[in-house]
């Protein structure tokens, strides 16, 4: 995997810029993966779950269809715009039983052990290979035991050698990589994963207009 260029305040300034236009023009693109990631969570009317990095909504609003309306639904985004754009998303659509705050995916503000299921999608891919393990570390510590974790993100089929795009976004000036392609670059999860001590790792991948793993996994 090649390093993400953008640090993380570019990432905050460059998301509240695109959430004016994020859920019109980009996440129907990447709907397919993202949904296809929400059915191998198998989330159940019961489930506590949370979302982390919940962009302008569109993949909570199919989560909080899915449980209990006495069951309240959790997301985070770093972007303060990101989530009030999915503050309004879920109200216009009549639901009331969500928590939504602004909070960085590197230290979650939640007890241990309180999730059944943890979703984050498109995220990773624009994370720091250092914070990686970093995020990943506080999912687990979040997770139950035996939660699950879903992960979908830019990828491509297997880690062998760079791909044409990976030698694109490593030429650009650091400064428009957050704007042109949101800070993204393609990553694999599974190993990441293990060493964090997650188990029963499953990936799928999507050769799709936005090329995405999705990758399921327990904590054990
Ligand atoms: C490409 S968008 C994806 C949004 C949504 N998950 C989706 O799939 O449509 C990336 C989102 O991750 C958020 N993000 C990036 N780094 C984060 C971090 N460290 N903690 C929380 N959110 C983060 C950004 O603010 C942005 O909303």
């Known amino acids: ?15 509240d ?22 059915a191998l969570a198998a989330i159940q009317p ?18 909080i269809k899915k449980v209990n309306r006495s069951n309240t639904v959790h997301a985070v985004d770093l972007s303060p715009k990101m989530v009030n754009a999915t503050r309004r998303l879920i109200k216009a659509a009549g639901y009331s039983n969500f928590d939504l705050h602004v909070a960085d995916a590197r230290q979650l503000p939640f007890q241990d052990e309180t ?3 943890v979703y984050n999608s498109y995220m990773l891919d624009l ?12 999912f687990r510590r979040i997770l139950k035991p035996g939660g699950r974790l879903i ?16 030698q694109l976004y490593s030429r650009l000036p650091a400064g428009w990589v957050p704007y042109l392609f949101g800070g993204c670059r393609p990553v694999l999860m599974e190993i990441p994963l293990k060493a964090v001590g997650f188990c029963n790792i499953k990936r799928e991948y999507l050769r799709h207009i936005m090329p995405s793993e999705i990758v399921l996994a327990n904590k054990c």
């Open 115 to 117: 999730f059944d299921v």
């Open 46 to 63: 019961s489930d506590i779950v949370l979302e982390v990095a919940v962009g302008p909504g569109a993949t909570f609003l199919e989560i």
């Open 127 to 138: 994370t720091l290979l250092n914070d990686i393990p970093v995020v990943l570390g506080e």
């Open 151 to 166: 992960l979908v993100n830019m990828s491509k089929p297997h880690d062998n050698s760079l791909t044409w795009f990976e």
């Open 17 to 38: 810029y695109a959430s004016s236009f994020y859920g019109r023009l980009i996440a129907p693109l990447e709907r397919k993966p993202r949904l296809r990631g929400l």
């Open 1 to 15: 995997m090649i390093e993400a260029i953008a640090p993380t305040d570019s990432i905050r300034r460059a998301y």
